[in-house]
């Protein structure tokens, strides 16, 4: 029964005992209290505990459901909370969620501790949690989406995930990126920086590149697209500066001279790598490494004899080798120091 129709009933009731009484007896009673009098009909008189406990009854109703819609009130604020908090989680935020009931205050304590991840097919009748999740999705998948009013954590993994599919997907944007590299992590850099190996020309490339934090690795790759590249490839004195800038170490400037190998001619590798050689001294393998390459024994011989007994071992016992008639490299004894 609702709580009008119950007034309602409550009041016809209290109506009837009135009348019925007042039908038996129409007389009046008084009631004294020390000096105070009070005279009403008996049919008030009899009345008066029914109205009395219809006011109290009405005010418990009243109380325990104003408690009841705030319960309510605080469970359906809690389930939208909950659902903002897997909203922070997707976007890889911190969340600042409040909860007033236990039992989502357990379970948001719970999430928290979890990694949550989005699953391909994922539906749910909350319609911004399904953008949210198809577009991490197509995200993953490496496609570029435009996610400024989405409010993504511009440092979690999802936002640079989407950076570097823009980056794969726009070699103008890539090269913006090597532009701005106080603006974009090292990460970025690097992957903007090996697109525009793929896609440029070493014209553009050396434009952009004396202005770059190369590490080894882009070094590298770039050393690799210099060698495919005969127009306007690096020259020496820039190889060798960008070797040692880069920290070479005795294998990598092994690679380094096997790369350009054929690419100079043999009075140019060779010059390369014995300044190389004179400037730093882990490049001393390569120099010989080439000149090994060329049979230039001689030269070989005078530099080990300047060097420490148990220095350069290999390349002495490649030169005891030869002299015995057997002809081995460093490649085919796998060398590597």
């Not at 109506?15 to 007389?27: E, K, M, Q, R, W």
């Not at 505990?49 to 705030?70: A, E």
């Not at 993504?152 to 980056?167: A, D, E, R, S, T």
């Not at 043999?266 to 790598?273: L, V």
Request: glycine fraction near 2%; charge should be negative.
């Amino acid at each position: 029964m609702g709580l009008k129709k119950y007034i309602i009933s409550s009041i016809l009731l209290i109506v009837i005992i009135g009348g019925y009484v007042f039908s038996l007896d129409a007389n009046e009673y008084t009631i004294k209290i020390l000096d105070y009098e009070l005279t009403l009909l008996i049919a008030v008189w009899a009345i008066v505990p029914t109205s009395i406990l219809l006011v109290f009854t009405i005010l418990h109703i009243l109380f325990y459901g104003f408690r009841n819609f705030l319960e309510t009130r605080a469970i359906e604020k809690d389930e939208e909370n909950i659902i903002n908090l897997i909203k922070d989680f997707l976007l890889e935020n911190k969340s600042k969620q409040k909860f007033k009931t236990k039992v989502f205050s357990d379970l948001s304590s719970v999430l928290m501790q979890m990694n949550l991840s989005s699953v391909k097919d994922f539906k749910s009748e909350n319609e911004e949690l399904n953008t949210i999740v198809s577009v991490i999705n197509k995200i993953n998948e490496g496609e570029y989406i435009s996610i400024k009013n989405m409010k993504f954590n511009p440092h979690g993994n999802v936002h640079k995930k989407n950076i570097l599919n823009k980056i794969n997907a726009d070699i103008d944007f890539a090269l913006e990126v090597v532009k701005k590299t106080n603006t974009y992590s090292k990460e970025e850099i690097k992957c903007a920086f090996t697109r525009i190996l793929e896609e440029k020309s070493m014209t553009t490339i050396k434009k952009i590149t004396p202005a770059m934090d190369l590490d080894k690795d882009m070094v590298l790759a770039l050393f690799q697209k210099d060698k495919e590249e005969a127009d306007f490839s690096i020259g020496l004195e820039e190889i060798k500066r960008y070797a040692k800038k880069s920290n070479f170490t005795k294998n990598d400037y092994i690679d380094l001279v096997k790369l350009y190998k054929d690419t100079f001619t043999p009075d140019e590798i060779i010059k390369m790598s014995e300044e190389l050689s004179n400037d730093e001294d882990l490049a001393l393998d390569a120099y010989l490494y080439i000149l090994l390459e060329f049979e230039m024994l001689d030269e070989v011989r005078e530099l080990l004899n300047a060097c420490a007994d148990d220095e350069y071992t290999a390349f002495k016992a490649l030169i005891d080798l030869k002299d015995n008639g057997k002809h081995y490299s460093l490649d085919t004894i796998n060398y590597k120091n």
